[in-house]
């Protein structure tokens, strides 16, 4: 707590941007496309990762076609299967 003046402030820190999916780039993703999948494994539809990470659904979209080629998966439940597989590792 932070006091400046008469005012307190409450610094609440975000926990979800914290997060960290490094082990899914060790199946050969970027960065960038292994939190977009570690989102998808956590449910988060297209709008939703875009939105957290500052893209556009579009390009959430492009990079999880990419994905599913890296991933040799058809789909965005066979990649969130796959992710969460790495993720428990």
Known sequence: ???????????????????????????????RQAEVLGWLAQGKSNEEIGIG?????RTVKKHLERIYLVLQTKNRTAAALKAAALLRE
């Open 53 to 57: 990470l500052g893209l556009s659904p």
């Open 1 to 31: 707590m932070f006091e400046a003046g008469f005012e307190q402030f409450l610094l609440l820190e975000d926990s979800e941007s914290q997060r960290t999916f490094a082990p899914l780039q060790n199946a050969g993703l970027t960065k």
